[in-house]
């Protein structure tokens, strides 16, 4: 049996092209894939971090952003401990569809999970969406928020280790509801794996 206290299951979501696959690769692999595709359906990672001497496995759920996976990707809400909603700095519409995917998220997601809204790509110069447009968003509907850049490495552990804290800190208060996170499956397969450990700590 794996040595680990917590599993968590961290599901991204937010418009295609936002960067949510090379987060979780950024993360997970410490790599940058350059002309990522899009994402078909759901994949998942995992990492087992180390925070306050306990281990903590992340199953980290990376959903496609198009339309017509949507009715595959809202299913994966409901098991949640923590979502996070992810844009493109430089792109405004993915700015403009973020209420729409909060919608998704009341409609399909636990009351109780820990909403993180994060503006990816904050490497870019075309910026289109001022940092404190982000924060406004985040702070009226409740959310953590972040700025990140996958392909630079800026805060995206960070982003993970401080998700991992947060939902270990309501684990042990017993407010984090209780869920099977044992892996869904599509057409009778499991999805996609790839395994990679790692103990760090959280600053």
């Known amino acids: 049996?794996?040595?680990?206290?917590?599993?968590?299951?961290?599901?991204?979501?937010?418009?295609?092209?936002?960067g949510k696959t090379?987060?979780?690769?950024?993360?997970?692999?410490?790599?940058?894939?350059?002309?990522?595709?899009?994402?078909i359906g759901v994949d998942f990672m995992?990492?087992?971090?180390?925070?306050?001497?306990?281990?903590?496995?992340?199953?980290?759920?990376?959903?496609?952003?198009?339309e017509r996976f949507r009715s595959i990707t809202q299913s994966y809400y409901r098991s949640a401990h923590a979502l996070i909603l992810v844009y493109d700095i430089s792109c405004q519409p993915t700015f403009d569809c973020l209420p729409d995917w909060l919608r998704e998220i009341e409609e399909y997601?636990?009351?109780?999970?820990?909403?993180?809204?994060?503006?990816?790509?904050?490497?870019r110069e075309d910026r289109e969406i001022p940092m404190h447009v982000g924060e406004d968003f985040a702070q009226r509907h409740d959310m953590?928020?972040?700025?990140?850049s996958a392909k630079e490495a800026e805060n995206v552990e960070k982003l993970f280790m401080e998700i991992a804290a947060e939902l270990m800190e309501q684990a042990r208060s017993k407010e984090l509801p209780r869920y099977d996170t044992n892996s869904p499956t599509i057409n009778g397969r499991t999805t996609s794996i790839g395994d990679s450990n790692c103990c760090s700590k959280l600053s």
């Open 144 to 148: 953590y928020f972040l700025e990140t």
């Open 109 to 123: 997601a636990s009351n109780k999970v820990l909403r993180i809204l994060v503006g990816n790509k904050m490497d």
């Open 22 to 39: 090379c987060l979780v690769r950024r993360f997970t692999q410490g790599l940058f894939p350059p002309g990522q595709g899009a994402t």
């Open 1 to 18: 049996m794996e040595d680990y206290k917590f599993l968590f299951k961290v599901v991204l979501v937010g418009n295609a092209g936002v």
């Open 46 to 66: 995992i990492k087992t971090v180390e925070i306050d001497g306990e281990k903590v496995k992340l199953q980290i759920w990376d959903t496609a952003g198009q």
